[in-house]
């Protein structure tokens, strides 16, 4: 083999005898390194840590749970959920009042009414006073505190105020079934005061138009006997609680003794407050017994 030979095949066989180096390689290219772009979430190495491009330490920009700024949010949060809690309650209590009650009232009315007229029925018809000018003011006992004893019609107020049941006591069970009698005042018809009472809004409202009452509307009180016939005369829409002399024999007069027959009627103003009291005042103007049309030619059944 000649020299030339063995140098092109020391060549090939990449031979690594001294004076024969072999071919040069290029050197390998290492990957650019990527921009730091901080703490990157890795739930494999951070389950808690937040998922963002953030340091964990600054994601909730507070530097750990005890933080004032993170405290501040928690009450800031706790009382949010008690404002919300308490509108939720007020908001139901409302919906009691403006309407539950009116519901329940209704169902309550209808029964006390019910009752009345069948108690009636039962006890048949007592003779009726003897002149409808003088009714003898012994004829009628007062009943038991809740008893229902008469209905009250108002054409102004038909809608609401037609055979409305009127119970003795003026308690809050009470004048959830019609109105309400005054325990201290005249009984229908007798010389002095005759006062109820009745809820303007809530418990089926049935004062609710008491401000279309206007001075000569007639009231009819229907008793187990007779018809009484009140003619309205004036109201005063300007009362506190505390004026508890509109309820006496002779109201404004305290210690005077009655000569009429008066009818007096209250409510709570405004129609969605109880601040104030509004009252309107009447005399009797006409009676007749029950077994008799009514008087005016009003018909109960309307």
Known sequence: MSRRTRGRAGSRGGSS????????????RRPASAPYRGHVHDPAVDPDAPAT???????????????????????????????????????????YQLWWTNVTSAQAIAVARDQITAGWRQAGHAPAPASSASPDPSAVTPPV????????YIPRLHDKVWGLPILQGTGRDVLAQGAGHYTVTSMPG???????????????????????????????????TTWYVYTLTHDDPGLSPSDVWVVDPVPGKPGATPTERLLTMTTCTPRYGSTG????????????????????????AA
């Open 17 to 28: 005898r001294p004076g024969y180096p072999s071919p040069a390689r290029p050197p390998a």
């Open 53 to 95: 491009g953030v340091p964990a330490s600054d994601a909730d920009g507070a530097s750990g749970p005890g933080a004032p700024s993170s405290r501040g949010r928690a009450v800031v949060r706790g009382l949010g959920e008690v404002l919300i809690t308490v509108g939720v309650l007020l908001l139901l209590l409302v919906v």
């Open 145 to 152: 505190i809740g008893t229902g004893f008469a209905l009250l």
């Open 190 to 224: 007798q010389v002095g005061n005759f006062a109820i009472a009745a809820h303007r809004s809530t418990h089926d409202e049935p004062f609710a138009n008491f401000p279309d009452l206007r001075a000569g509307d007639k009231v009819y009180v229907q008793t187990r």
């Open 277 to 300: 009291r509004w009252a309107w005042w009447g005399t009797l103007s006409a009676t007749s017994p029950t077994d008799q049309p009514p008087p005016d030619g009003i018909d109960p």
